[in-house]
């Protein structure tokens, strides 16, 4: 599945987010992208725009976004956003539960494993286009993610997108990856904490137990000692954390460690993801430093699994095959990975788990573990 096309436009001059509508309704036509097979509509006045993949004579007055390929899955309630240049983006599908807003594309790290390579970019005019999408996602949503580059980057316009979630979408839980490093100051967690929003949980990652160790994986100095105290300032202003670790050569050698270090330190979050490395973006240039076949982890996985659950802790692995888990491990792997970006591959034809087994990233089908073995139910 692609989230994004490009279209040929016509009377667009700044970027249009709307829902879709697959017929036409009476109503909110203002907020509302008619996606038709039969562009050339009679009553199409009020719309926001018309998007179709068929060629169009258009109808005057009323924006028209044509061509678009692979985005014929666009249902009612569905939003996108159309830039002049003809960039259709997907950014939300109302019958998924992997929805996320991509606050930005900058950050204040620089992981070796990085799958969304920051960039050196002002995009802080993204926020409006945030907001936009907020009002218009259907409040029955279940959950919705925030992530980036590093979210609190946005600082005040950060906190206010919190809020203007939970006063929006008072029954959609919110999930943020953000690196954690903002909350050193521990002001800026109290304002995050005095939100109050019903069901807001931040992903932070730590690598090791090793001050210089997760610096040198994160590439950036003093990195640990904020996340740290992140994590602490965030406790103290009731804001709940899961604490994520992805798993590659150079994290994997002090798992059973930092396992400890997180149930000695952080026996109050919430959640800990141990994560299989996404093979996408800067693990490509850091491969040969960061490579390692998931079977020969086992142990250290296993080892660092017994500490955390021993602990009372909750323990999810997340992006791993079933075949290349201990089978004891099994109870605890997830079907992780997101919708649109999730694939199996031949191997898999005939496997009795396929249906339990998280499968592949789109991007890890070339560079995976060489015990991928189907598993015959006998
Ligand atoms: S063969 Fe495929 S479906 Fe079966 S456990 Fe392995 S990765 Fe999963």
């Not at 994004?4 to 309704?25: K, Q, Y």
């Not at 149930?263 to 491969?287: D, I, Q, T, Y």
Request: glycine content about 6%; aromatic content about 8%.
């Amino acid at each position: 599945m692609r989230l994004h096309s490009l279209a040929r436009t016509t009377g667009i001059e700044r970027t249009l987010v709307g829902r879709i509508a697959r017929d036409l309704p009476a109503a909110n036509r203002s907020d509302t992208w008619l996606y038709t097979h039969d562009p050339d509509v009679e009553d199409a006045r009020d719309y926001l725009g018309i998007i179709t993949p068929k060629s169009a004579v258009g109808v005057d007055g009323v924006p028209l976004a044509q061509g678009v390929q692979h985005l014929d899955y666009l249902a009612d309630g569905d939003v996108i956003a159309v830039d002049p240049s003809g960039f259709v983006r997907t950014l939300y599908r109302r019958s998924s539960p992997h929805n996320f807003i991509l606050m930005t594309e900058q950050c204040n790290s620089y992981c070796l494993m990085c799958s969304q390579p920051p960039k050196a970019i002002d995009d802080s005019n993204r926020i409006a286009e945030h907001f936009r999408l907020v009002d218009l996602i259907d409040p029955q949503t279940e959950e919705l993610g925030i992530t980036g580059g590093e979210p609190t980057l946005f600082q005040r316009n950060f906190l206010r997108l919190v809020d203007h979630c939970e006063t929006r979408l008072p029954r959609t839980s919110l999930h943020v990856l953000t690196n954690g490093r903002m909350f050193f100051y521990r002001r800026y967690a109290a304002e995050l904490g005095s939100i109050a929003h019903h069901d807001l949980v931040l992903g932070i990652p730590l690598y090791s137990d090793v001050d210089s160790e997760h610096d040198y994986i994160v590439q950036a100095r003093g990195a640990f000692e904020e996340t740290v105290l992140g994590l602490q300032n965030l406790d103290r202003s009731g804001v709940a954390v899961e604490i994520r670790v992805v798993l590659h050569r150079l994290s994997i050698q002090r798992l059973p460690q930092l396992a400890t270090f997180i149930a000695r330190n952080f026996p109050w979050s919430c959640h800990v993801a141990l994560m299989g490395l996404e093979m996408f973006g800067l693990v490509h240039k850091n491969l040969a430093e960061l490579w390692i076949d998931p079977a020969d982890y086992q142990d250290a996985l296993s080892a660092a699994v017994e500490v955390l659950a021993g602990a009372g802790m909750h323990v999810s692995i997340y992006n791993h095959q079933l075949c290349v888990l201990e089978p004891r491990l099994w109870p605890l792997a997830r079907k992780s990975i997101s919708d649109w970006k999730n694939v199996y591959l031949k191997e898999c034809d005939g496997c009795s788990v396929i249906a339990q087994c998280g499968g592949f990233f789109q991007s890890g089908t070339k560079i995976h573990s060489a015990h991928i073995r189907a598993i015959r139910a006998d």
